[in-house]
């Protein structure tokens, strides 16, 4: 594994590993780090060349100044912008995105501004909006959401832990408590607008304009996005897409399914991995 060193890469922690002609990007979701993706680094890298990182508002960032404002991360297209400036400065085109969770909708929106950079999206446990409304299910009602950034606020870290069970789900203890410590690490001055941006989100409009061709991968009990949703975006995305059904009770497959993750993986991209 190479640490790159130079801007932003260095900022983020980016990460190169792996051989191989094509190049995999791995982007974590709310509260995670690169970590997330451990699990299903070894296989990916005997067969492509992996670049794992950190978001600017993960714990595991060390200096987060200018990488995290609030007023200008309010929507996913500061984040896509941060995206394309990463693999910019790494000098990569055409790439595999893996996008978990809000990274999801943040690569979508890349892929709109530059499409010459993503050859194919993989988009897990994605969602264009969590709020219900009249004619879609986004999983929340307002009073739910309220009541998460509420927590967040008045009591981050007492909130974090059980976030992480509901998100990762009862039955994989070891990767519930993994997840606990990078939610945990996330400062709470930049939690609580993290959590507004991706709670109160709304990019159904994007799905339209995205023509690049994707891979939805859902699991089967959500706790954060109901399976309604990949097929709604299925059906709103203009370009060729696909969705992959994950037996799992978890919002991170990556953690608790790795192994299903790995073959829909290998499925979309043509690897076997034992």
């Not at 994605?126 to 309220?146: C, H, K």
Request: aromatic residues 8%; hydrophobic residues 40%; charged residues 20%.
């Amino acid at each position: 594994m190479v640490m790159l060193e130079k801007g932003l890469s260095t900022s983020l922690n980016a990460k190169l590993t792996g051989s191989g002609a094509e190049m995999v990007v791995l982007a974590h979701g709310f509260g995670g780090d690169q970590t997330v993706w451990n699990k299903i680094l070894p296989p990916l890298s005997r067969y492509f060349r992996v670049l794992v990182f950190d978001w600017g508002f993960s714990g595991a960032v060390k200096e987060q100044e200018g990488l995290f404002d609030p007023a200008k991360h309010s929507s996913y297209d500061a984040f896509a912008d941060d995206l394309i400036a990463l693999l910019d400065e790494v000098g990569l085109e055409s790439t595999v995105f893996v996008g978990h969770s809000m990274s999801g909708m943040i690569g979508c929106i890349a892929s709109v501004k530059r499409p010459d950079l993503f050859k194919r999206l993989i988009l897990v446990g994605a969602s264009p909006r969590y709020l219900n409304t009249n004619g879609y299910e986004g999983g929340f009602e307002a009073a739910q959401i309220d009541r998460i950034l509420s927590s967040v606020e008045s009591d981050y870290h007492g909130w974090a832990p059980n976030f992480a069970s509901l998100v990762v789900g009862p039955c994989d203890p070891p990767s519930v408590e993994a997840f606990a410590k990078c939610l945990g690490g996330m400062r709470p001055e930049v939690a609580l607008p993290l959590a507004r941006t991706v709670f109160l989100c709304d990019h159904r409009e994007v799905l339209g304009r995205v023509t690049t061709p994707c891979t939805i991968i859902q699991t089967t009990n959500d706790a954060v996005v109901p399976s309604s949703v990949a097929q709604y975006m299925h059906d709103k995305i203009q370009g060729e897409s696909t969705v992959e059904m994950i037996v799992a009770d978890s919002h991170v497959p990556q953690l608790t399914a790795h192994q299903q993750f790995i073959d829909v993986l290998g499925g979309v991209l043509g690897f076997e991995y034992d």
